[in-house]
Every structure is written in C-alpha cells, then in structure tokens.
C-alpha cells in the first residue's frame, strides 16, 4: 500500500480558494482524489486547488487504485470557516441591547475580502409557545416570512417590535450571500434570543444571536 500525505492550512475560509499538496509515497501508485464540503478547480502535479461550497468540513479522501480494486490510503478532515455573521449590529455568539436599523439589516464580514457582504435572501421563522403564559391552551404560532433583500419586512420588523423574550423564538436560515466575484455561498442558520437584563433592575431587554440547526 501506498502512503499519503496531505500540506494545506489548518482551516479554510468559506469564502476564498485554497491550494492542497497530496503527496503520495510508492511504486508510481494510481490514484483518486473525492472531496466533500469543496470542489476541485484545477489539478497541477500534485497540487490540488480547491473552492469551498458550504460553512462546516471539508474532507478529502484519497483512494489508491489497483487492478483489485481501490482502498483509502489517506483521509483530511478540515473545519471551512464562514465570514462573520451580523443580524442589526449584532455579531454572532454575542449580545446587546440594541439592534441598529440601517441600511443592512443582515450581512457578513469577510476578513478575506474586508468588506461586508450583505445578505441576499433570508426566510425568517417565528415561533410563539404558550405554555409559560395563562393562555396555555393556546396552540403554537409558527409563521415564515421571506425577504428578496438584506432588510427585515415589515412584517419582520412588527414579529420583532413585540417579541416576548419568554414565549418567543425567532430563526433566520436559507442564508445566502453574493461575494465580489459574483458567487454565491450560504450562511448557517441563526437563532435570535432575548432576555431581560436582571443585573441592573432596569427591565430592559438583552439580544443575543446564536448558531442554530433546524
């Protein structure tokens, strides 16, 4: 069996290319290359040059073949790092009191490119249980919302305007952001929270954003 080396970055970026060496030791061994989480642009020697598709791993799985057939010989799990999330203001796994209506109401900062990439189309889904209120009865409301741009609706905007930290959720996901070169990428979906601010007595409310799996 051939051995098989792999020289790339500790982590990948979401929204850049990145270069692989595989480097494969034997009797001039045939090989093939599967990835997952990326795809392949171009193939020089043994320089792979890859882009990546979606926030999560990336793994590589080299195969050597042979006239029995093929067996792994080598296998490189990579964490792809999205660009930084912002819903109003607030960054990602963190929080605030207040959300900044401006022009953008959803966007990434990419490092790589330094710039803000807004979002291009997001579903926002609000959720309200009534189990911790007196009308425990009730069923649970869920209503989607769609948006064609990186502003809130209004429908969005009035969801937002009475959202009761105790009983409501909110969820953004179908994230999706257009990078300079005109490509596209999604974003992991969010969980809006809220909480009253019981350290000061003062009754408002404290935001905080989170990764969410739907």
Partial sequence: MAKCEFICPEKFYL?????VTIK????????????KGCEIRS?????YHLRFLNPGVSVITVYQVTE????IIGVKKTDIV?????????????????LKLGKMHLYAYSEIYKTKLPVN??????????????KKSRKPIADTIRADTCKLTKAMRERLRYFQPKSDKIYF????????????????PVELQAGMDTIINDYSVIYWLRRKQL
Avoid: H, W
């Fill in 82 to 98: 999205p660009p930084q999330f912002y819903f109003c203001g607030l960054k990602i796994d963190s929080s605030s009191k207040v």
């Fill in 15 to 19: 929204e850049s290319e990145a270069d």
């Fill in 24 to 35: 494969v030791k034997g009797r001039n061994p045939k090989i093939d290359v599967r990835v």
């Fill in 173 to 188: 996901y179908g994230l999706y952001v257009t990078l300079p070169d005109k490509s596209i990428r999604p974003l992991e």
């Fill in 68 to 71: 029995k057939g093929s067996r």
């Fill in 121 to 134: 189309k997001f579903y926002m889904l609000y959720y309200k249980d009534f189990s911790a209120s007196v």
């Fill in 43 to 47: 193939v020089k020697g043994n320089v």
